[in-house]
C-alpha cells in the first residue's frame, strides 16, 4: 500500500527559481525519505531525516518534516535544467522496519 | 565499480510465458527488494529478501517468485499467471537487514508483455 502523496503531481518552473514538493503519509515513522528518479533509470537517494529531526540540508536541498501534520517538504533551491526529474518521498515505518513505502511522486521541469 | 545491476535492460515476452528478471549487487549488502513501477506512479514492494534463503511476500506479490540462493543475487520471476506484467521493475538493496533506511537502486528492467 503506498502511504505517501505528493503535492503538486507536475511542477514546472524556470531555471533559477526555486521548487518546493509536498509529501503526507498516514502512520507513525521511524524516518522519511526523498529520492530522485530521472527518466527511465533507478532511484537516487538524496537526503534522509529521522522522526526526531525538524528540518535538513544537503547543498541545494531542504527537507522539513512535520511529525504533528504527518507532512514533508522539499525544496531545492536555485533549479538547474539538469534537476528535472521525478522525485519521490519514501517513509520507514515505526513499527515495520522492513521496508519503505513509497509515494507517487512529483514530476519536476525545470526550462533553461 | 560497486552497484547493483539488472539485466537485460529490456525484455519483451510473449503471453503466457515466464521469465526471469536478474538482479546482483556486490555492495555486500544483505537485504534486497523487488519493485514494479507502472507510468506515472509510484514503486510497489514485490518481494524482499533480508538474508539468503530467506524471502517474504510484499504488497503484489501474485503472479511472481523469487530466490536468494547467493547473498549478491536476487532474481525474479515474472510467472504466466501475472495478468498484467508490462512495467519497469526496479531493484534495490540495503546494508544490515533493516529495509527502512537508504536504499540502492539498479537501473531497472523494463518488460513488455506482446
Known amino acids: 500500500s503506498q502511504q505517501g502523496e505528493e503535492d503538486p503531481q507536475a511542477l514546472s518552473i524556470q531555471e533559477g527559481e526555486n521548487a518546493t514538493m509536498n509529501c503526507s503519509y498516514k502512520?507513525?515513522?521511524?524516518?522519511l525519505q526523498w529520492y530522485r528518479q530521472n527518466s527511465g533509470r533507478g532511484l537516487v537517494h538524496l537526503i534522509l531525516i529521522r522522526s526526531n529531526e525538524r528540518e535538513k540540508h544537503s547543498g541545494r536541498l531542504r527537507v522539513t518534516l512535520d511529525t504533528s501534520k504527518k507532512s514533508s517538504s522539499l525544496l531545492i533551491t536555485a533549479s538547474r535544467a539538469a534537476d528535472t526529474a521525478s522525485y519521490f518521498c519514501?517513509?520507514?515505518?515505526?513499527?515495520?522496519?522492513?521496508?519503505?513505502?513509497f509515494g507517487t511522486g512529483t514530476r519536476l521541469q525545470v526550462f533553461p | 565499480d560497486g552497484g547493483i545491476t539488472q539485466s537485460p535492460k529490456y525484455l519483451f515476452r510473449k503471453e503466457g510465458q515466464n521469465v526471469t528478471l536478474s538482479c546482483e549487487q556486490n555492495l555486500n549488502h544483505d537485504a534486497m527488494y523487488w519493485y514494479r513501477q507502472d507510468p506515472g506512479q509510484g514503486l510497489r514492494l514485490i518481494y524482499y529478501s533480508q538474508i539468503v534463503n530467506d524471502f517474504q511476500k510484499g504488497d503484489i506479490a501474485e503472479g511472481y517468485s523469487v530466490s536468494r540462493e547467493k547473498k549478491e543475487s536476487f532474481p525474479l520471476t515474472v510467472t504466466s499467471a501475472q495478468k498484467n506484467p508490462t512495467a519497469f521493475y526496479l531493484c534495490a538493496s540495503t546494508p544490515g537487514g533493516r529495509g527502512f533506511g537508504e536504499q540502492f537502486f539498479g537501473p531497472g528492467t523494463r518488460l513488455t508483455v506482446l
Open positions: 519514501a517513509t520507514g515505518e515505526e513499527y515495520n522496519t522492513d521496508k519503505l513505502i
Open positions: 502512520t507513525s515513522i521511524n524516518n
